[in-house]
């Protein structure tokens, strides 16, 4: 009987490897490059000789592995480990990854979207630990979700529940890439936080951020939160909004499936604690007064590991 | 063993009966008065009473009830089944309901809010049959939500999840009576319609609902959607504001908990086609484009026998 656990990360460039004792502490964790334009039958043997690899360089033999978990970038039939697509893997339609991988290594296998799989690392062995009742928003080029409700990831009638990025907060409003105007996406993430900045900029608002502009060509959203924090207007504001609107996402969350904690994750966190406090701030501010709210915002534990730690606990839950 | 169900619907101004076969036909219904401001002591023995009475005259005995449940309006501990508090009730604080009924009646029991009732309801025997991931919006006074996720209701970690009334969509808009601003209920539920309609006509907006407000004083919901039918402008815009506001609702919805199936309940379906064929287009004009949308809109079907199935559906499914 296997008592290890393989937890995958798979990216559009690299797929990040850990091996996972019963108590899903890191034994090991590695990554190879993805070669995604090689297809899916040559990745997932390269996924399994690399399995093999390092179960075998920690010293155990592949009987030692209880089972394996994939989290993955694309659009799934999650019951069936169906991939039906990914933006970055143009070669993956409608890829029976959970069985390829299965067959491959001869374990019970479970894939899981990114957002989901970092959000369940982050309940498992991260900022959730112990809450049964969970939202996890992860903000980067896009804003991810995630939703732990019973203990258990919210799929969804076909397996698209929980992309909290495109709840609507201002109808009408910015166009967002999946094509809604509105969405927290088009406001909250890295990207659109940057692109508000870039937008105000060039709109000719006074501010130290004109300077990166001219010179760099740019300004990135980190710029934003830096300049933010030096005291610059208009990155104050554009910062401030961002955290306004993920507090306008926690608080229609808050009605949704009342969590008692939210966890972010993703890039932007590296703002620290000011972005943190404006959030809970906001929160505080709009939040109905019908009862007193006994939740709790926080950041995420995990770092770029929350991927094959949470693929791994997935793994672990394998019924 | 008991095999016939009671469901209580217990409102502020009265309270409706129902007794249920094993299959939740209703065998009969009846109501009495709810006299609140006698406190809940005389109100459970009088419950006790009744449902004594109503098994007799359908020439069942007490032996034959196997269980009871109880919607109402007010704020819960679910699982204790005590109502910590009620607008409608003002003596009734911290009163612990279920131990109370089933202590005067010896049977177990069940106590749930009345929008969570009335959503389990349909999804038992109405609109939501066969629909284990299902939305429901009851759209009243006020905007009341449920939710059922894997064929059991959302409760959340304080038993106040499933408010989808107070979802943000107009961020800085509108004051709820919750404190919040911009609330699905501050625009979209009968009382809101009717102010918008209300406040439009008093900023001389021009407009048919006019010589109703000078002759009654007051503008109904229904009035403003019995005047968008017959080509009033303003009444007409004010109407599909109201069902944009509701299917942006149901687009937040669909990217949390993917339902299949919404669900809308309460006085303003009245409206009929009209309203619901708004909601369906608006909901298909603001939608990602990311992948087509299965969900099915459509309004409830119990009218107000909702809140004594949903209840004697509870009851039924008690463990």
């Known amino acids: 009987m296997g008592h290890i656990y393989i937890g995958i990360d798979l990216g559009g460039t690299n797929i990040k490897f850990g091996v996972f004792d019963k108590d899903l502490n890191i034994i090991s964790k590695s990554s190879i490059d993805a070669n995604v334009d090689t297809g899916a039958e040559i990745m997932i043997n390269r996924i399994g000789d690399y399995i093999e690899k390092i179960v075998v360089d920690n010293k155990y033999s592949m009987k030692d592995v209880k089972a394996i978990g994939m989290g993955s970038t694309g659009q799934f039939n999650l019951t069936e480990g169906i991939m039906y697509s990914c933006p970055n893997m143009p070669l993956f339609k409608n890829v029976p990854m959970k069985k390829m991988l299965s067959n491959r290594t001869s374990k019970p296998c479970v894939i899981e979207n990114d957002a989901n799989t970092a959000c369940y690392g982050e309940y498992a062995c991260g900022a959730g630990q112990g809450s049964d009742n969970m939202v996890f928003f992860t903000l980067g080029t896009g804003v991810g979700g995630g939703i732990i409700y019973n203990g258990h ?167």
């Open 153 to 319: 990831l919210v799929h969804g009638t076909d397996d698209s529940g929980g992309e909290l990025g495109h709840i609507i907060i201002h109808p009408g409003g910015r166009l967002c890439g999946c094509g809604q105007r509105g969405c927290i996406e088009a406001y909250a993430s890295a990207s659109s936080t940057a692109r508000r900045a870039t937008e105000a900029v060039i709109a000719c608002e006074p501010s130290s951020l004109k300077k990166l502009l001219d010179e760099n060509g740019r300004i990135t959203c980190k710029d934003v939160f830096v300049h933010a924090e030096k005291g610059d207007k208009l990155a104050s504001k554009i910062a401030d909004e961002t955290a306004r609107d993920l507090a306008i996402g926690c608080i229609t969350m808050r009605h949704v499936t009342e969590p008692h904690k939210f966890v972010f994750a993703g890039g932007m966190i590296a703002a620290g604690q000011p972005l943190l406090n404006a959030i809970k701030k906001h929160f505080a501010d709009m939040i109905w007064s019908m009862k007193k709210e006994d939740v709790e915002i926080c950041f995420a534990q995990l770092g770029e590991n929350a991927g094959i730690v949470g693929a791994a606990a997935l793994a672990r839950d394998i019924k």
